[in-house]
């Protein structure tokens, strides 16, 4: 078990009798959080990782011209696909995604090996085209909230392609939604211009701006009978200790009224427990709207401006380990929603993972194909040995004869 102390600082607002409404007396006491590590969630993230690199080497493959690549082109950008291995052993390995195939790269130009779609993956494609035209109004949804929680409703344009995998957004979801829907999204400057285009949100659609957390007492709402109040689910893992400092901070902060993510935070102080109070719920609304409940710490970075993080922000999920876990696996600090995951196990199921998992049985296809042809191929040698050691045995007798 891994332990790791870190020092934290929090602001809290103490007013001992009534002030000025611009007077407040502030006192910073320096709170020790235990980080503990989580090994489920931590194998909820070590289970995805051969599916990752399938998928990159995937996408790598069909964003070429004509879905086709020299195999030695894939082969010199192993270390930026993060491939521990030769392309060709990962085209072995994985037979249910690429075939080899022999052609020339210029006209006159000696033929090379090319790796192509297999018939196998090209009938995967058209499903994940099926199950994004089925969650079209999801994605509109998912991509308006983003826009809603953002600073003037406005997003660049880029940032959002870079974390369309991580919220399940197609690849040309810009291209497609903003023509379709110009009712919600306009695309402004040049796309592909990088940071120099946006998408910005047109209309506001109230349906749109309730929270998980929100939808979540509402359900309640209906469900007991009894008005329930929109909070966070705190849920510490086990063996998980907080000082009593740290106790009573939290028991205060969570009595605190909820502030909805879609509710404009310029009136809010960055230093204000308010503001701390919205941005958790920001968070929780950012990982909920994720495909997998959980998105790398360096990727959220990239939307402090748009969503008004301060530069300190990867302390908010040790600050509310209860709400959020810290994930150190691979390297890669992994902000994951606790309440989604139930061990290493999510859920909490967003519909296009119905994408992932076909994926996945397309891979296992290949691996299970791969696993049984070597089993025959070792099968083959020990029959060969077997025929080998008894014609060698047969010729001994017939030698002795002869001397």
Request: net charge positive; with cysteine.
């Amino acid at each position: 078990m891994v332990f790791r102390n870190l020092t934290i600082s929090h602001e809290l607002i103490k007013n001992p009798k009534p002030l000025l409404n611009h007077q407040t007396t502030r006192w910073i006491s320096s709170l020790k959080v235990v980080w503990k590590k989580d090994t489920r969630l931590d194998e909820a993230i070590e289970q995805d990782k051969r599916y990752n690199i399938c998928a990159r080497v995937v996408k790598e493959v069909l964003n070429e011209p004509g879905r086709v690549i020299p195999l030695r082109y894939l082969e010199k950008r192993r270390e930026r696909l993060r491939l521990n291995f030769k392309a060709k052993s990962f085209v072995e390995m994985n037979p249910s995604l690429f075939e080899i195939y022999h052609d020339r790269i210029k006209p006159k130009s000696e033929p090379v090996q090319f790796l192509r779609p297999t018939d196998r993956l090209r009938a995967f494609l058209e499903e994940e085209e099926r199950i994004y035209s089925e969650n079209e109004g999801m994605i509109v949804a998912k991509l308006c909230k983003l826009l809603m929680m953002a600073k003037d409703r406005v997003i660049s344009a880029d940032k959002l392609v870079h974390v369309k995998r991580d919220f399940g957004f197609p690849n040309d979801f810009l291209v497609r939604l903003v023509k379709k829907y110009p009712n919600y999204f306009r695309l402004t400057g040049l796309v592909g211009d990088e940071g120099k285009s946006y998408l910005e949100l047109v209309d506001w659609n109230p349906d749109f701006a309730k929270s998980a957390i929100e939808l979540r007492a509402e359900e309640e709402t209906v469900r007991t009978g009894v008005r329930v109040r929109p909070n966070f689910d705190v849920k510490l893992p086990s063996g998980f200790f907080l000082r009593k400092e740290m106790r009573e901070w939290t028991r205060d902060w969570l009595e605190q009224d909820y502030i909805s993510p879609y509710e404009d935070a310029s009136r809010f102080d960055q230093a204000s427990k308010e503001m701390e109070k919205r941005t958790v719920g920001v968070f929780h609304e950012l990982l909920s709207l994720s495909l997998l409940k959980r998105v790398p710490v360096p990727i959220l970075g990239k939307f402090c401006d748009e969503f008004r993080f301060s530069n300190a922000f990867s302390s908010v999920f040790t600050r509310h380990s209860g709400v959020f876990y810290l994930s150190l696996k691979g390297g890669i600090k992994t902000a994951v929603l606790r309440e989604a995951y139930r061990d290493e196990v999510l859920v909490d199921r967003d519909p296009l993972l119905e994408i992932k998992e076909k994926f996945l049985r397309l891979l296992e296809e290949g691996w299970q194909e791969r696993k049984d042809r070597l089993k025959k191929q070792r099968e083959q040698v020990a029959k060969d040995r077997e025929v080998l050691l008894a014609a060698k045995k047969q010729q001994e007798p017939e030698e002795r004869l002869c001397d």
